[in-house]
């Protein structure tokens, strides 16, 4: 019950901060920055939360950083953009997950290096 509860309550967290970011910055750019954000910082508790407690990790993995991302909205973006145009959507798919792969890379990097300072 207690790993339920900390998926829930970082959940509530990170949709709220999902919300907040589409409300300062737009959708459209929102989803890219909540996205690559979201990839860096789950690199990062990869590496930070390795020995912590099962509840704090889903708290932060599953729940904040999970629902801060949004897989959903990613999808429904690229098949919008494949019904105008099959290269916009190409390209729109291959950079969100290209740079969310290095975000999350360049993430793992810097929580294993402030890991061991």
């Given at each position: ?15 709220l901060l999902?919300?907040a970011?589409?409300q ?42 999970g629902?801060f ?6 999808s ?5 953009l494949?019904?105008s145009s ?18 999350a ?5 810097a ?7």
């Amino acid at each position: 019950m207690k790993k339920i509860l900390a998926v829930g309550c970082g959940g509530m967290a990170g949709s709220l901060l999902r919300a907040a970011v589409f409300q300062f910055v737009g959708a459209g750019m929102g989803l890219w920055l909540v996205n690559i954000m979201g990839s860096f910082f789950i690199g990062v508790a990869a590496a930070r939360l390795i020995n912590r407690s099962a509840e704090t990790r889903l708290f932060v993995s599953t729940g904040l950083i999970g629902s801060f991302t949004s897989f959903s909205a990613f999808s429904a973006d690229w098949f919008r953009l494949l019904e105008s145009s099959l290269l916009t959507g190409m390209m729109y798919a291959l950079g969100m997950t290209a740079a969310s792969i290095v975000a999350a890379a360049f993430g793992l990097l810097a929580g294993r290096k402030g890991a061991v300072e």
